[in-house]
């Protein structure tokens, strides 16, 4: 039996990175799939790849009418939902604090917050009556930025560390019915994660980065040494977004390839 056999699972923003590789692992292990995504390119080559096989819906995750027109649809083509992962994220460019223009901070702090915190909030009050009837399950995405310094800018940080503690207020306003459990990851290989237009940068992505300088900085700083891709993500959400997760609710599992476990005495070379 595959582990999402008979589980229908919604990933939001996941139009690219490491939704869209959830999303793929999903539908290989068993699940009916439905993607939400803002992008409409994305949303075209979703359509191209998955054809009539995926619910693609169109939809900004801070809109809660959209969000709604989201649910309606998965009721509609599936009648159910076992699982929403959230995946949905921008960055803030690493900017410092000190080189932000004062000006521009009600701005970026806002544009970053509404995706990667009010998103989740919103996302987890429009689908919880359909994770209820179904005892479903929540999977959100923070980052290790939640857990160490320069991570990101203070935006990021701060709205990856909102997320580390939603994920354990949810699931005990949702005990027992829907568990609520989140990733930290480190590094994504393929990651198209844009920053925040606030500040100019929304044409930056993660990916224009040269491959080999960022497995370089990768390397110097992590214990396993190959950047996971999205796919590689793929079996910890789809076992936190099944009903085989029988043991846990509310955690959030650090999936860094041993980023934050640095040694204290020893330098490797
Ligand atoms: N890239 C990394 O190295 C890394 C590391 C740790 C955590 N993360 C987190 O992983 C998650 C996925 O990031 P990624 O690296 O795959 O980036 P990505 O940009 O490839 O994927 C994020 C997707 O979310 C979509 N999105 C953005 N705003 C949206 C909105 N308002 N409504 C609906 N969809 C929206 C984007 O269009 C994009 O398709 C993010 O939460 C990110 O913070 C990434």
Do not use: W
């Given at each position: 039996?595959?582990?999402?056999?008979?589980?229908?699972?919604?990933v939001t923003g996941g139009?690219?990175?490491?939704?869209?590789?959830?999303?793929?692992?999903?539908?290989?292990?068993?699940?009916?799939?439905?993607?939400?995504?803002?992008?409409?390119?994305?949303?075209?080559?979703?359509?191209?790849?998955f054809g009539d096989a995926?619910?693609?819906?169109?939809?900004?995750?801070?809109?809660?009418?959209?969000?709604?027109?989201?649910?309606?649809?998965?009721?509609?083509?599936?009648?159910?939902?076992?699982?929403?992962?959230?995946?949905?994220?921008?960055?803030?460019?690493?900017?410092?604090?000190?080189?932000?223009?004062?000006?521009?901070?009600?701005?970026?702090?806002?544009?970053?917050?509404?995706?990667?915190?009010?998103?989740?909030?919103?996302?987890?009050?429009?689908?919880?009556?359909?994770?209820?009837?179904?005892?479903?399950?929540?999977?959100?995405?923070?980052?290790?930025?939640?857990?160490?310094?320069?991570?990101?800018?203070?935006?990021?940080?701060?709205?990856?560390?909102?997320?580390?503690?939603?994920?354990?207020?949810?699931?005990?306003?949702?005990?027992?019915?829907v568990r609520v459990n989140?990733?930290?990851?480190?590094?994504?290989?393929?990651?198209?994660?844009?920053?925040?237009?606030?500040?100019?940068?929304?044409?930056?992505?993660?990916?224009?980065?040269?491959?080999?300088?960022?497995?370089?900085?990768?390397?110097?700083?992590?214990?396993?040494?190959?950047?996971?891709?999205?796919?590689?993500?793929?079996?910890?959400?789809?076992?936190?977004?099944?009903?085989?997760?029988?043991?846990?609710?509310?955690?959030?599992?650090?999936?860094?390839?041993?980023?934050?476990?640095?040694?204290?005495?020893?330098?490797?070379?």
């Amino acid at each position: 039996m595959q582990i999402l056999e008979d589980h229908t699972v919604l990933v939001t923003g996941g139009g690219s990175g490491l939704g869209l590789g959830v999303a793929r692992h999903c539908r290989a292990a068993g699940a009916r799939v439905a993607i939400m995504e803002l992008a409409h390119d994305k949303v075209a080559r979703l359509r191209e790849e998955f054809g009539d096989a995926v619910l693609v819906v169109q939809g900004d995750v801070t809109r809660l009418a959209d969000l709604q027109a989201c649910r309606d649809a998965v009721v509609a083509r599936y009648g159910r939902l076992d699982a929403l992962i959230g995946t949905q994220g921008i960055f803030d460019g690493n900017v410092p604090l000190l080189e932000t223009a004062p000006e521009r901070l009600d701005a970026l702090f806002d544009e970053i917050f509404h995706v990667n915190v009010k998103g989740y909030v919103l996302s987890a009050r429009v689908f919880h009556e359909l994770l209820r009837a179904s005892g479903g399950a929540i999977v959100l995405t923070t980052s290790t930025a939640a857990y160490a310094a320069d991570g990101g800018g203070v935006t990021y940080t701060a709205s990856k560390g909102a997320i580390r503690s939603l994920v354990g207020q949810l699931a005990f306003e949702f005990a027992p019915h829907v568990r609520v459990n989140g990733v930290a990851p480190a590094g994504i290989a393929n990651s198209q994660l844009r920053g925040p237009r606030t500040l100019g940068l929304e044409g930056q992505q993660q990916s224009d980065i040269p491959k080999d300088a960022f497995l370089g900085m990768f390397r110097s700083l992590s214990l396993m040494q190959e950047l996971p891709t999205p796919e590689e993500h793929g079996p910890l959400y789809a076992f936190l977004a099944s009903r085989h997760n029988t043991i846990m609710t509310g955690q959030t599992v650090v999936a860094d390839q041993g980023l934050l476990n640095r040694a204290v005495l020893t330098r490797q070379a």
